[in-house]
């Protein structure tokens, strides 16, 4: 065992490894908006949508999550093409990986839309509030404090699977650490400063979502 | 003659097969307290869900100030209204529910102030005004920032009364209010209700508190699967009931 500890090699790249984290989380926040407005249109339709826009839905939740996401990625960036689609490399992991986390909130939003009592929906059309102005008072501010917990590890989810845009050179967290570790050869060096990295940018993110909810719960 | 308030013709109302209600006909003049008894089961609840639309009906005509509730019907042809006339209509009647129903995420003044914002337009601060009129008049002036899961079953009920009231319906309808509560809550539910009945408020009530329904009713109907089997002044029905259907039930409930 002849390898000795130098961090100096990261130290000098630390930048880059800072810069990939930035736009890490700025895909991973985007992909996050995009997929969430998918998913909770998606979650009514499926939540007793009429069939002409639930069997649409279901199909799209099936599929999605049958695919592994790695070829979710590999196909959109290098069969759409073909197909006259072609999008920078950015635009088209974040497009991915949003459809991708659509379906995933989708069947979260599900399970919170149910969670809302009847009642508390009918109490709303009876001093005349119309069934969209209860979807936006009533239901999506219920049904979002109900989800929060596993909103939270679909975030977190969601962060962690923008290393897999390494595997189409976004430079990203995961793709500047290659890069370093096949300039520098720190190999042990790269991976636990990238790794940790990931874990305590995870922790503070699961903090956010705690103090979110906290600021949300309803008082008791 | 004026014009009745409510009327219902020949209302039908069906679940797939099973007919839950077969001809109700009833009018209701404004200022009118209508308390509507009968076994569980005989249609009470889904005749006064059917009055705001909570309930679909297939059959006959319900009418508030004249106008047809729910349903056009052109040439024959019936048809449901537009969601937003239909939420229009909803407006003209209140309602209180058994399990009061409030939103969870907003507070007592909240509570109140969403459909006077949302439906009747107000300003937050005009609609703040008129919610902690109304919830002083059902006595929680103090409770106007506690949220439903810090108040009790009666405060919660008083808060649902006032949400419903601070709409400014014709009509009041009120399911059952009392059957969720503790025997020792009860009796400050109907409190309000007898002070709105005092005022002249119009209301119907499906209730199973008899005493109250005769004390505070104008008028009590008798349902029993699905028609009103009889409906009278109260001294007069509990007294020396009309039918054997009648007697038998005021001897099964609570009313001596």
Request: aromatic share 8%; glycine share 8%; hydrophobic share 50%.
């Amino acid at each position: 065992m002849g390898y000795t500890l130098n961090f100096a090699a990261v130290w000098r790249s630390f930048d880059l490894l800072l810069g990939g984290l930035l736009l890490s989380l700025e895909l991973a926040a985007v992909a996050l908006v995009i997929g969430a407005a998918i998913g909770l249109v998606v979650a009514f339709a499926l939540a007793g949508g009429p069939a002409f826009l639930r069997r649409p839905a279901q199909l799209y939740v099936t599929v999605i999550r049958n695919l592994p996401i790695l070829v979710l990625i590999l196909f959109t960036y290098f069969a759409l093409p073909q197909l006259g689609i072609r999008l920078d490399k950015n635009p088209s992991f974040v497009l991915t990986l949003a459809i991708y986390a659509g379906a995933y909130l989708a069947e979260v939003f599900r399970a919170g839309l149910l969670s809302v009592p009847r009642g508390v929906k009918e109490a709303g059309l009876a001093i005349g509030l119309t069934p969209m102005q209860i979807r936006t008072s009533l239901v999506v501010p219920l049904m979002i404090r109900n989800v929060l917990p596993s909103l939270s590890s679909t975030l977190i989810s969601l962060f962690k699977d923008t290393s897999l845009a390494a595997a189409i050179a976004v430079p990203e967290l995961t793709f500047e650490a290659r890069k370093i570790n096949v300039e520098t050869f720190r190999v042990i060096e790269v991976w636990t400063v990238t790794s940790a990295l990931y874990v305590v940018t995870c922790a503070v993110l699961a903090a956010l979502m705690r103090l979110i909810e906290r600021r949300l719960a309803i008082p008791k | 003659m004026t014009k009745p308030l409510l009327e219902m013709q020949g209302l039908r109302k069906q679940y797939g097969t099973v007919e839950v209600l077969k001809g109700v006909d009833c009018t209701m003049r404004q200022g009118e307290v209508i308390s509507i008894i009968g076994s569980s089961g005989s249609g009470k609840t889904t005749m006064l869900r059917c009055i705001n639309m909570l309930e679909e009906f297939q059959g006959g005509r319900i009418l508030i100030d004249g106008e047809a509730i729910g349903y056009d019907e052109i040439a024959g042809v019936r048809r449901r209204k537009s969601e937003k006339e239909i939420a229009r209509q909803r407006a003209l009647t209140g309602m209180a529910f058994q399990q009061f129903n409030l939103f969870p995420h907003l507070s007592a003044a909240q509570n109140v102030m969403l459909g006077l914002i949302k439906v009747k337009k107000m300003s937050r601060d005009e609609a703040r005004v008129v919610a902690e009129q109304w919830l002083g008049r059902v006595g929680l002036s103090a409770r106007a920032d506690h949220y439903p899961g810090q108040l009790s079953g009666g405060q919660q009920q008083r808060v649902a009364i006032a949400r419903a009231i601070a709409m400014n319906p014709r009509l009041m309808l009120f399911d059952e209010v009392t059957s969720a509560l503790d025997p020792e809550l009860v009796g400050e539910v109907l409190q309000v209700i007898k002070g709105l009945a005092a005022e002249g408020m119009s209301m119907l009530l499906v209730t199973h508190e008899m005493r109250f329904a005769y004390e505070v009713s104008s008028r009590v109907i008798f349902m029993n699967q699905g028609v009103i089997v009889e409906q009278g002044d109260p001294k007069e029905m509990f007294l020396r009931p009309g039918t054997e259907r009648l007697a038998e039930f005021l001897k099964s409930s609570s009313f001596q």
